[in-house]
């Protein structure tokens, strides 16, 4: 069995559109990453953060994916062997948000995807919009050396190069995007540190970038109640902040898209960028 590196990363949130109307925010955000072939014996270990139920902090295997409570992991499999893509067994990781007292809301979680190995297959990138929609973006990894190997704390990902990936946008999110764009992801797979960029492309020229990046510490009932206390109402905050910066955007004059209907396939295929 592979080793648990489930964890916290504590960060901030940026996201900065250059094109057609200038707007930029930032926040501070705190996301787990979770290991679902540990996921339950790590949270049983754990007050702050409950499995599946209410409490200060809990996670729901049911608030991913297609929302069916299936195993997460047949789930992601399912998609990555629609890919051509076999783990082999290999560990998959979620880096997420946690509900925050019985309110829960990710507008993106990242599935790290292995191989027995140490090595990434693949990223699948699960995108939620405000209105209650998912879709989701695969891509797949080319070959790396093996994370970790000596490494005293067996923290993976140390001294990577950033993943380079993109993939077309097929899923709506923002109300002020059009849907002919593509979305360059730009991450370093968790570590010490762990980030994601998306860069928002029309073409060439760049629209939006929104990132995440945080600091890995401990998944323990110090660490979590103190990235409580520092970062109130997290996922409340979130949802919060994106109709009051919609409300700005529209003030400044951006002009509403029709959302009509997601896609009928769940998962999008990217492809690797240099």
């Known amino acids: 069995m592979t080793a648990d590196h489930s964890a916290l990363y504590v960060g901030r ?44 902090m809990s996670w729901r295997a049911a608030d991913h994916g ?19 893509i076999d783990l082999e067994g290999g560990p998959i990781r979620l880096l997420t948000m946690p509900r925050i007292l019985g309110y829960g ?80 992801f730009t991450v370093r797979p968790p570590a010490e540190g762990a980030s994601v960029v998306v860069a ?12 995440f990046a945080g600091a890995r510490r401990p998944l323990t009932d110090g660490q979590l109640l103190r990235a409580f206390l520092t970062h109130p109402l997290l996922t409340w905050k979130v949802t919060v902040g994106i109709h009051w910066e919609a409300a700005k955007m529209m003030l400044k004059g951006a002009r509403y898209r029709d959302r009509g209907r997601p896609p009928k396939p769940p998962v999008t295929m990217g492809h690797a960028r240099s």
């Open 105 to 184: 809301f990710n507008p993106i979680s990242v599935y790290f995807c292995h191989r027995p190995d140490g090595t990434l297959a693949a990223l699948l990138y699960e995108v939620t919009n405000t209105f209650g929609e998912r879709h989701s973006y695969l891509v797949a990894v080319s070959s790396l050396p093996p994370q970790g190997e000596g490494n005293p704390e067996g923290v993976e990902g140390v001294g990577r190069k950033p993943i380079r990936q993109t993939a077309a946008k097929t899923f709506f999110v923002s109300p002020f995007m059009d849907m002919d764009l593509s979305y360059d």
């Open 13 to 56: 949130v940026e996201h900065t559109r250059v094109r057609t109307i200038r707007h930029a925010l930032g926040y501070r955000v705190y996301m787990l990453l979770l290991d679902l072939d540990h996921v339950e014996t790590r949270l049983s270990r754990l007050r702050l953060l409950s499995r599946g139920r209410f409490g200060l």
């Open 200 to 211: 928002v492309r029309r073409g060439d020229t760049l629209i939006l970038t929104a990132s």
């Open 66 to 84: 297609d929302r069916s409570g299936r195993p997460l992991r047949q789930q992601m499999e399912a998609h990555l062997a629609q890919a051509g």
